[in-house]
């Protein structure tokens, strides 16, 4: 039997440590949290009612919005469990590196209306073992050479 809880879900959305991005199904983001605020730095007044243009570097849109126009379609997504790694733009031009789930959200016939992201900014560990291949791979080449001689 499930406990009978009251949640204040936009006080969650506004406290959780993870970006929350809901954008509806032309992809305007409708919800912008205090951490999406942090990850990527446009306020929540400049990101509500942008297009997901705002964070998707230029290169991967077109990758991006077919995807999502598949989303809208079938009401399918892999993202749902699966942890997707992408580039993103932070608001000062820089790049981000951010693992996120997705979730879609139906209206009552239960046709998709839109797509909630949870973000985390994964660019420093993604530059630490970015740093760390590189590392391995000259030292299997210095190896490689003291073999060879």
Not at 35 to 43: C, H, K, L, N, P
Not at 47 to 62: C, F, K, Q, V
Not at 68 to 75: I, L, N, Q, S
Not at 114 to 134: P, Y
Request: charged fraction near 25%; aromatic fraction near 6%.
């Amino acid at each position: 039997m499930a406990a009978s809880h009251s949640f204040d879900l936009t006080g969650l959305v506004a406290a959780i440590g993870d970006a929350v991005v809901i954008s509806d199904a032309d992809g305007r983001i409708v919800v912008w949290n205090p951490a999406a605020e942090r990850i990527f730095g446009f306020t929540q007044a400049e990101a509500l009612g942008e297009s997901l243009d705002l964070i998707t570097p230029e290169r991967h849109r077109r990758r991006h919005w077919d995807g999502y126009a598949k989303t809208m379609r079938t009401g399918e997504t892999r993202y749902g469990t699966t942890l997707l790694k992408v580039p993103a733009l932070h608001k000062d031009g820089r790049s981000l590196s951010i693992a996120f789930t997705v979730a879609l959200l139906h209206d009552a016939e239960g046709a998709v209306t839109g797509i909630a992201a949870v973000i985390r900014d994964e660019t420093e560990r993604f530059q630490e073992e970015r740093a760390l291949r590189r590392r391995v791979a000259e030292l299997e080449e210095a190896l490689g050479t003291l073999v060879c001689a």
